[in-house]
Every structure is written in C-alpha cells, then in structure tokens.
C-alpha cells in the first residue's frame, strides 16, 4: 500500500568509514540520491525514500525514538548502545571484529589474565558483558578515542577498541590476544514501523538481498 507523500526515512553515517558503502548500496539498488555536500537531510529522486546523514553512534537511538525509520550501523554500535531496535539484514561491508590486546610480549592466556587489570575501551558495556560471561572482574576506563595509545602513556594494561588489518595494533606495539565480537554494517529498523513504510522497506531489502546475491 504505496502511498503518495509517505516516505521510508533512512539514517546513515555523514562522513566516516560506512559513508561511502552505505550510499554506494543505494546506488546499487538503483536508487539516486541527489547528495548535496554538508547537508543533513537527501531525498531520492526515483524512490520514496528520505536520508538523513548522522553520527553512527546516534543512529540506534534515532531509529528506536522514530525520528528514522532505519538505519545502516555497525553491529558494534548496536550491541553497545542496546537500544530496542529490530536488526533486518546484514550489509557485507565495514567489517571488523572488537578485540582485547595487551602489550606485546605480556602473556595471556584467557580471559581470567585480566583480573584485576585496567582495560581502556570506547565500549565499556560490551566488555563489562564479556567479563562477566568469564567471570572476571577488572576495571573499564572508557575513552572515546585514540584507546591504542592507553597502554604506552600508563593508562590501561589492556585495550578492547575495532581492528580490521591489525596494523593500528602493530604500530602501538599491541597483540590481539581475544575477539570479543565479530561486526558488520547492518540494517536496523524501529519495531513499530507503520505498514506503509514496512512495505518500502520490503522492497529495498528485496534489492539489497539482491545485489548481496549478485555479488557472491
Ligand atoms: O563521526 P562518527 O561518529 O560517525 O564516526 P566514528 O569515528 O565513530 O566511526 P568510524 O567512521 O571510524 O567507523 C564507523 C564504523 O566502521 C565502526 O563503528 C565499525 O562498525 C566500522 N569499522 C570497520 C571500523 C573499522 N572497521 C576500524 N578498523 N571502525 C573503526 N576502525 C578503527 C579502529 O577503531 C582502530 O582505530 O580503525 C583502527 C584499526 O584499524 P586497523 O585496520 O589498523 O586494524
Ligand atoms: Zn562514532
């Protein structure tokens, strides 16, 4: 039931690591976007869908509160901000997974070697979750950035932040010692999505499902 003026309203990342996959998708799907730099807010011009570019750490809140409908997010934002929103469909793109390192060379065995130790994070809820699943108890220092650099300047004996290569941990002198979560880019969605907008929607994940196909 497509209905004149109503439109799927879609939230991405403006600018960072998932901007450009997530409006090359679109493309993909064969959907334009008239994508004026520095502007909040882009509608396509050949499907009812409205975008909105937004920091990936707002994205769950705005799609739970309805603001947007949707949204692209990596899982590692998601499952940290535990907001109550419907995952939909894996993207394939921003792949990472989130890991502890210690400094190289320390030993470690499993997660009982943290006890008691100070581990710098920018995702203090996913690791409070991961030490206590092992029963564990240690001490989080939440930083939001640069958390590579903790153990050098006597901040953390360990870290918990995103690798994809490892070289970010190389350069530091850090060794990946436990992946905690394995992450992508996904589809989010509010849970009380009117029917107008879930048969939008049904048609877009119609496409993405298709271009994934395609590219296997
Ligand atoms: O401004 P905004 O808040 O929107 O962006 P941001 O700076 O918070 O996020 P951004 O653009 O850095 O990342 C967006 C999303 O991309 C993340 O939430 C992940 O889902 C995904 N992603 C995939 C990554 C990485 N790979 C990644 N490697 N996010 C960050 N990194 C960083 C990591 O934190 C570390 O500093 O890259 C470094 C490690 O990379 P390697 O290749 O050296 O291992
Ligand atoms: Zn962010």
């Known amino acids: 039931p497509e209905r004149p003026g109503i439109k799927l309203k879609l939230a991405i990342q403006k600018s960072g690591r998932l901007h450009d996959d997530s409006m090359r998708l679109l493309k993909e799907c064969g959907i334009d976007i008239s994508n004026g730099v520095n502007k909040l807010k882009s509608e396509a011009t050949n499907f009812p869908l409205e975008v909105f570019f937004l920091r990936d750490d707002d994205i769950p809140q705005y799609v739970e509160d309805a603001v947007a409908d949707i949204g692209f997010v990596g899982e590692n934002v998601v499952y940290e901000k535990k907001k109550k929103v419907d995952v939909t469909e894996q993207l394939g793109f921003g792949k ?19 006890r008691g130790k100070r581990i710098a994070t920018s995702y203090p809820v996913l690791v409070q979750d991961f030490l206590d699943k092992n029963n564990v108890q240690a001490e989080i220092h939440e930083i939001s950035g640069s958390v590579e650099i903790a153990p050098g300047i ?24 436990e992946s905690i979560l394995k992450s992508q880019a996904i589809l989010i969605k509010n849970q009380d999505l009117g029917p107008v907008q879930q048969a939008i929607l049904d048609k877009l994940l119609f496409r993405i499902q298709s271009v994934k196909k395609a590219k296997n």
């Open 96 to 114: 990472c997974r989130l890991s502890i390192a210690v400094p190289k060379g320390e030993s470690y065995t499993d997660a009982t070697s943290l």
């Open 154 to 177: 006597g901040l953390a004996n360990a870290i918990c932040d995103l690798v994809s290569s490892g070289s970010t941990l190389f350069m530091n002198g850090l060794q990946e010692v």
